[in-house]
């Protein structure tokens, strides 16, 4: 088995209507419009997948009023992946676009840190305004997959497979891990939410949903550093990812990101 992996993103909803106030403290453009995309990605090194987060589904979409394009867990059909037969999935942290519809993948044992179940379950989830980005039901299911044996819990940075290493940063969530990815063409760094888009970490321009404003800060040089460089390092909700990276053949919702940006690298160009 090669300790070399294959990444790819694959998207399963958008959401256009937001200003640059959703994205960005203390922004001088507030009332602009900037967009937000949302992914699953995928890990494959020739004889095994690991998925890296489950998106959310139909019912929860209608729920909290978000629409999405495909059912993440089918879409990664599109790479020829049966959610089924998955072994391992890797949960960047317990936010409902990240966590929902666990039961998608009913043989796989999930990758989480013990300080995102703990702050997911915990009394900080009395306040209305950290709560708001979790849903129960997801939580809840994570919960009966410990006591089913099925979770796999991180403190700080651990391996979850050679060439695969995840490492917690928090800010965004108390537990939120990144993933270190070892390819043929160098370390790759999937930032999930500890970077939502490249402007978060390139122009240190914090995300307003933060529970440690240090903490956030401090993961934009820890994935930078396992990065490498920028270009290495993939944000969680970047529209512009679909514009650098090369697209899976016969798939219009899917990137190759192993193999890094096509053409030049400047995703602040016109931003802000």
Known sequence: MSDLWQVYAVKYADRNQRTRADSFIFDDHKSAQHGMDYFVWVLRNGTREIVVDTGYDASEAAQRDRPILRDPAVAVG??????????TVIITHLHYDHAGALDR?????????????????????????????????????????????????????????????????????????????????????????????????????PFPIVENLENMLSGFDTIRALGRTDARVIPGHDPIVAKLFAPVENVDFAWRLDTGPVGSFNPLEGQG
């Open 78 to 87: 599109a790479l020829g992946v049966a959610a089924e037969t998955v072994d």
């Open 105 to 205: 993948y009913p043989n796989a044992k999930f990758h989480l840190q013990a300080a995102e179940m703990a702050y997911a379950t915990g009394p900080c989830m009395c306040h209305p305004v950290l709560q708001m980005p979790f849903t129960a039901n997801h939580v809840c299911d994570m919960v009966r997959h410990v006591y089913s044996g099925r979770v796999i819990f991180h403190d700080g940075s651990g391996e979850v497979a050679p060439g695969v290493r995840v490492h917690c940063v928090g800010g965004h969530s108390r537990g939120l891990q990144v993933v270190e990815v070892d390819t043929e063409h160098g370390p790759l760094c999937l930032a999930s939410d500890a970077a939502h888009y490249y402007e978060n970490f390139m122009a240190g321009k």
